[in-house]
């Protein structure tokens, strides 16, 4: 076959260009720090990366989800230890004011104080978080707890607020609020605080059976609430470890081996300077030059 100066120049352009392709294709790995900047550069890298990246923000959207979740069972413990620490202040009222030491005067006093007591726990029955009340079951736009109006207004709404704190799981994130802020309760202490204000001190020592019954409910309703709440902190150390494999493994199937490829774009860069050097060699004056 006849070798033409023509074909000697095509094929060494020719592989030039491949040259400067596969540098360029290097350096755009070096500047972007990924395998591909395209699907097209690889369909199973770019099929992979989409399904880790799904992965990925599936956990975020969780963990945004726990932080909700913590959001509502932080407030409801302190709201319910302040609710606790307010009965057991109305307890010890009452056991002073069951002494029959104490005067009518010293009883209305300790009755004010039961009333002031009293429309603290309709504020902590109240609470709100993000501008939604916590303690209305589902009706999370209305207060619960309302002494001011003719009947008086007390939640029966026991529906949960639901929260998916994991793919397929819902977890309560409210408490009941019939067993901590019922009817009962604030009835209880209107009674109580009558009996006080009116000396009827051979009734006062009978309200400390109710008392102690609120409290255990109390109580019991925050126990129930912290088992959740560590439920909730094992769902979260879950999902941090869902959170690095998944980033693990898209960094794995999409990033670039940054030592690998500064050392082969300097060998391609070698290579490139060698095939210059061939070429130039190759394209040497020709016959036509001489007849000019």
Excluded: C
Aim: hydrophobic fraction near 35%; proline fraction near 2%.
């Amino acid at each position: 076959m006849r070798v033409t100066q023509g074909m000697l120049s095509n094929n060494m352009l020719r592989n030039l260009s491949n040259s400067y392709e596969r540098m360029g294709k290097y350096q755009e790995q070096l500047s972007t720090g990924k395998k591909i900047s395209r699907p097209s550069d690889d369909p199973v890298v770019a099929m992979k990366g989409m399904n880790y990246r799904t992965q990925l923000t599936e956990v975020k959207q969780f963990q945004r989800n726990l932080g909700e979740m913590y959001n509502w069972m932080d407030n409801s413990d302190s709201a319910l230890d302040k609710a606790t620490q307010a009965m057991q202040r109305i307890r010890e009222l009452t056991v002073q004011a069951s002494n029959g030491t104490y005067e009518d005067g010293q009883r209305k006093n300790i009755a004010e104080e039961v009333g002031q007591l009293k429309e603290h726990l309709e504020d902590i029955a109240n609470t709100k978080v993000n501008g939604k009340y916590i303690f209305n079951g589902s009706d999370t736009q209305n207060k619960p707890v309302d002494l001011g109006t003719t009947p008086k207004q007390f939640s029966e709404n026991n529906l949960p607020v639901e929260i998916e704190i994991s793919k397929g799981v819902k977890l309560k994130a409210n408490i009941d609020p019939r067993e901590v802020f019922s009817e009962g309760l604030f009835t209880d202490l209107e009674k109580l605080e009558t009996a006080l204000d009116s000396g009827r001190d051979e009734e006062i020592g009978d309200f400390l059976g109710n008392l102690d019954q609120r409290i255990d409910d109390i109580v019991n309703e925050r126990a129930d609430l912290g088992a959740r709440m560590n439920r909730v902190e094992l769902v979260e150390d879950r999902l941090a470890n869902q959170e690095y494999n998944a980033t693990k493994m898209l960094s794995d199937n999409e990033d670039a081996d940054i030592d690998k490829l500064i050392t082969d774009l300097k060998t391609q860069e070698s290579v490139h300077r060698a095939a210059l050097g061939v070429g130039a060699r190759i394209i040497q004056p020709s016959l036509m030059d001489f007849l000019r």
